[in-house]
């Protein structure tokens, strides 16, 4: 079985730019999970996507903003990028809600130079 | 709030030497934890969950933890450490009980396993 898939592994943008991340889930998971990983900030949640829609959002900036696909991917949206977006960013899938176990994916390194 | 505490940012063992990395939580309802590991440069790989059908948990490549409601800990142990133990492990717990299945994490403790 297929686990979680991240594309691209590593991205690379200048300040101000807009950059993309997309997240295939495990098949039959329903929802998709985006956390960050920032150097000095640790694991920090920011989005929870079940059947297309945003059910929860982490403690971040309208500019992070995301969607969920018919197939259940997903896709994050980070707008006018700053340095400290500069992170590892993580997608996790799981059945629907009920704290079932979350499965992550390899990450996207995102550098904004 | 519920959050966990990671005792131990570094933990370095011997080869073959028990292993014990230390989580304690803070919740005001039974929590779901979990323990992830992560290796250089990889997403996490989940290692085990508490949802309060038994209190030792047994996971994956001979882990376990045991939840003590009495201390508030769900330490993970490995009676024998590999070379390839050697990565960062994460505590986490569910907040609110799934209703918004938020991972909060730990700060992670680093093992390194010495030959």
């Known amino acids: 079985e297929a686990g979680v898939t991240q594309s691209p592994t590593h991205l690379i943008k200048t300040r101000g730019q807009q950059a993309t991340l997309r997240c295939s889930p495990i098949s039959g998971h329903t929802s998709v999970y985006w956390y960050q990983q920032a150097l000095g900030l640790g694991l920090q949640f920011l989005l929870w996507y079940d059947e297309g829609e945003e059910r929860n959002r982490g403690n971040f900036p309208p500019r992070f903003s995301g969607r969920q696909f018919p197939n259940y991917s997903s896709e994050l949206n980070v707008n006018a990028l700053e340095l400290e977006d500069s992170a590892l960013y993580l997608c996790?899938?799981?059945?629907?809600?009920?704290?079932?176990?979350?499965?992550f994916g390899p990450g996207t390194r995102l550098t904004v130079t | 709030a519920q959050s966990v505490t990671q005792l131990g940012s570094h933990v370095s063992v011997s080869e073959g030497a028990l292993v014990l990395l230390r989580c304690n939580y803070s919740?005001?309802?039974?929590?779901?934890l979990f323990w992830y590991v992560q290796y250089p440069n990889q997403g996490l790989q989940l290692l085990l969950k508490y949802t309060s059908a038994a209190t030792l948990v047994k996971g994956i490549n001979d882990f376990e933890a045991e939840f003590k409601k009495s201390e508030t800990s769900f330490h993970l142990t490995k009676p024998s450490a590999h070379m390839s133990d050697a990565a960062e492990y994460f505590c986490?717990?569910?907040?609110?009980?799934?209703?918004?299945?938020?991972?909060?994490f730990g700060t992670g403790t680093l093992l390194a396993v010495q030959p």
């Open positions: 919740s005001s309802v039974p929590p779901y």
């Open positions: 996790a899938s799981s059945l629907l809600g009920g704290a079932y176990e979350q499965y």
């Open positions: 986490a717990v569910i907040e609110d009980g799934g209703a918004t299945n938020k991972l909060i």
